[in-house]
């Protein structure tokens, strides 16, 4: 029994007890690349790069580029949302 079936039981009438579809998640996890060092800002592209080509089972399905300073750091930051590929 679903966990929301087991907090509603009792609570509903029995024809709304069914378990009910959901669409996919948008996304099943978060991978963040970040640096605030300017050699390491250098090397960022190919560290993203690697881990795309390590997880090609992985479908990115959204990114957020954050870029953001104090007077001596410079913080650049890739967020890639992602999912399992559908088979």
Not at 61 to 74: I, P
């Amino acid at each position: 029994m679903f966990l929301e079936d087991r907090l509603l039981a009792g609570r509903r009438p029995a024809r709304y007890r069914e378990r009910v579809e959901r669409p996919l998640p948008s996304f099943t996890g978060v991978k963040v690349f970040s640096t605030t060092l300017a050699r390491d800002r250098e090397a960022l592209s190919d560290r993203i790069t690697s881990w795309l080509r390590e997880n090609v089972q992985l479908e990115i399905v959204d990114k957020v580029v954050t870029q953001s300073s104090d007077k001596e750091f410079h913080c650049l930051t890739f967020t890639f949302f992602y999912r399992e590929r559908v088979r």
